[in-house]
């Protein structure tokens, strides 16, 4: 079973921030928290990971709960290149697998 | 970050035959995973193969259906054997990146196949 629970899809102007929540009130203390996303048609892309304390790179930020229950990604300038399937995925580093739930579809509009 | 390539990037197959699909990493890695993703769903795992030792499947997946190879660190193989339509699917294979720390998975580009 999945651990995370993702909204199915949602839509963002371009421009504006796109924030995306994800659930893992299961999560155990050794488990990070990990973003992917799917641009149609491509492999999965790493986007950013976290495990308690936020994150920012260059492609986006990661905003952990302090229970680190749930958490949100942000996009802040969404483009329509940002259109995608993204997937939160909880797991422990050091040769953990990945698995996919269904994700959430970004749809970003003009 | 590694960068991978696939063959072949898209093949048609009949029913019943086999399909060896290649994957190729630019530098060498402990972990390569095999997914599936079957049309409009997710990615689903179907093996993890490491160099040196049998590849592991999950649930669902057996070796004489899916067997893989993983002659060295920086190649793999999964063949898909006797297809039926229902295989036609994007495989997928992907390294995970032990040297930064980060663990992040790369994936590489897929192979579209459809069996008729």
């Known amino acids: 079973d999945a651990k995370t629970t993702q909204p199915t899809s949602m839509d963002c102007a371009e421009g504006r921030a796109a924030n995306l929540p994800c659930n893992h009130s299961?999560?155990?203390?050794?488990?990070?928290v990990y973003w992917y996303r799917q641009i149609h048609s491509q492999g999965p892309q790493y986007i950013i990971h976290?495990?308690?304390n936020n994150e920012t790179n260059e492609m986006a930020s990661l905003i952990i709960t302090e229970d680190r229950k749930s958490s949100t990604l942000i996009l802040p300038h969404a483009t329509l290149r940002d259109t995608a399937v993204y997937y939160c995925i909880v797991m422990k580093t050091s040769y953990d697998k990945v698995i996919f739930g269904p994700g959430t579809s970004l749809s970003v509009i003009p | 970050s590694a960068v991978i390539s696939q063959k072949p990037s898209r093949d048609i197959c009949q029913r019943g035959t086999s399909l060896t699909i290649q994957c190729q990493v630019d530098s060498q890695v402990t972990m390569m995973f095999w997914y599936r993703q079957q049309p409009g769903q997710s990615l689903t795992l179907i093996a993890t193969?490491?160099?040196?030792?049998?590849?592991?499947?999950e649930s669902g997946f057996v070796i004489d259906k899916f067997p893989i190879s993983r002659p060295n660190l920086t190649f793999s193989t999964l063949t898909v054997s006797n297809m039926s339509p229902e295989d036609s699917s994007i495989y997928l294979c992907?390294?995970?990146?032990?040297?930064?720390?980060?663990?992040?998975?790369?994936f590489g580009p897929g192979t579209r196949l459809t069996v008729t």
């Open positions: 976290g495990l308690k």
């Open positions: 193969a490491n160099q040196g030792s049998e590849a592991t499947y």
């Open positions: 299961t999560i155990s203390g050794n488990e990070y």
């Open positions: 992907s390294v995970e990146d032990t040297a930064s720390g980060s663990y992040e998975q790369y």
